[in-house]
Nanobody
Framework: QVQLVESGGGLVQPGGSLRLSCAASGIIFRIYGMGWYRQAPGKQRELVATITSVGRTNCADSVKGRFTISRDNAKDTMYLQMNSLKPEDTAVYYC?????????WGQGTQVTISS
């Protein structure tokens, strides 16, 4: 059974930081492309950042220079370090694992940026 479990969300003030984690089980983690997506109320789910199985990263323009995606294949875990957080970063953040013909999602973790 495949499980992607996000953690690390919460309420922080603007300018603060959070580190999200996504722990995977039931898949051969190291061969999957991984990604973080987010969905704000009333908006479509959008890409935040991705990391390939060999560690190549990509991120949305809106988070460049503030967010960093990484993975630890020994721990079957992906991370998203989020710095200089803004109110517009408020959303549910989802973990995704993908490869050809296969796509898995976590249940999401709430991130709220507010003073």
């Amino acid at each position: 059974q495949v499980q992607l479990v996000e953690s690390g969300g919460g309420l922080v003030q603007p300018g603060g930081s959070l580190r999200l984690s996504c722990a995977a089980s039931g898949i051969i983690f190291r061969i999957y492309g991984m990604g973080w997506y987010r969905q704000a109320p009333g908006k479509q789910r959008e890409l935040v950042a991705t990391i390939t199985s060999v560690g190549r990263t990509n991120c949305a323009d809106s988070v460049k220079g503030r967010f960093t995606i990484s993975r630890d294949n020994a721990k079957d875990t992906m991370y998203l370090q989020m710095n200089s957080l803004k109110p517009e970063d408020t959303a549910v953040y989802y973990c995704n694992a993908a490869m050809v013909h296969t796509n898995y999602w976590g249940q999401g973790t709430q991130v709220t940026i507010s003073s």
